[in-house]
């Protein structure tokens, strides 16, 4: 209940889980990524995260991105999104953590967020995931395009829910610049993601 009731965001207007209509939303969303070519590596994935504006989640993730040493993918990438919704105007992805962040509210505000989703890496995972939904999208949705139609990802701690608590507690939230999403989707060697 306190997730479906807490504000995932409150502007321009409120939202919350509990808002959505019945079908809007869409569980355990599994995809499949080609990536030939092998072009996706920790320095190109770094450059292209650098591409976002300062400040934002992406470009703090960047130095890390560049040192996480994996080899360049060639083949396939495969996962399950928690859940896509539609609130009405735009799709979002939410994944859920049930990460132990301390025993206060205030380890789980949104300030405190950040440095556990560059620590483990969750930056790079709804980067993917958010690759994963324009390429759906662009696919199934006529007249898709991702400025207008997709609204960014939720990561909800979930042991900073409770009956009551602080606003935005637990709640992390982006979206991420298209000319980043179309740079990595370029890397795992799409065709550019959506327009």
């Known amino acids: 209940d306190a997730v479906a009731m807490t504000p995932l965001r409150t502007t321009p207007s409120s939202f919350r889980l509990a808002d959505l209509r019945a079908g809007a939303l869409r569980p355990e969303m599994e995809f499949t990524l080609s990536t030939p070519g092998g072009a996706f590596d920790p320095d190109s994935l770094a450059a292209a995260l650098a591409l976002a504006p300062a400040g934002s989640p992406l470009a703090a993730y960047a130095p890390r991105a560049a040192c996480l040493g994996f080899r360049k993918l060639n083949g396939y990438l ?114 550019g993601g959506a327009a």
Do not use: W
């Open 78 to 191: 495969r996962g399950f999104i928690d859940a896509v919704f539609h609130d009405g105007e735009r799709y979002y992805l939410i994944d859920y953590k049930s990460n132990h962040l301390g025993n206060r509210q205030v380890d789980y505000a949104p300030p405190a967020l950040l440095e556990p989703m560059i620590d483990h890496d969750y930056v790079l995972q709804y980067l993917i995931y958010t690759i994963a939904v324009d390429r759906h999208l662009s696919a199934c949705v006529p007249d898709y395009d991702y400025t207008r139609d997709f609204g960014g990802a939720y990561y909800l701690f979930l042991r900073g829910f409770a009956a009551e608590h602080v606003p935005g507690c637990g709640v992390f939230g982006d979206r991420p610049p298209h000319e980043v999403v179309s740079a990595v989707a370029d890397l795992l060697g799409l065709d």
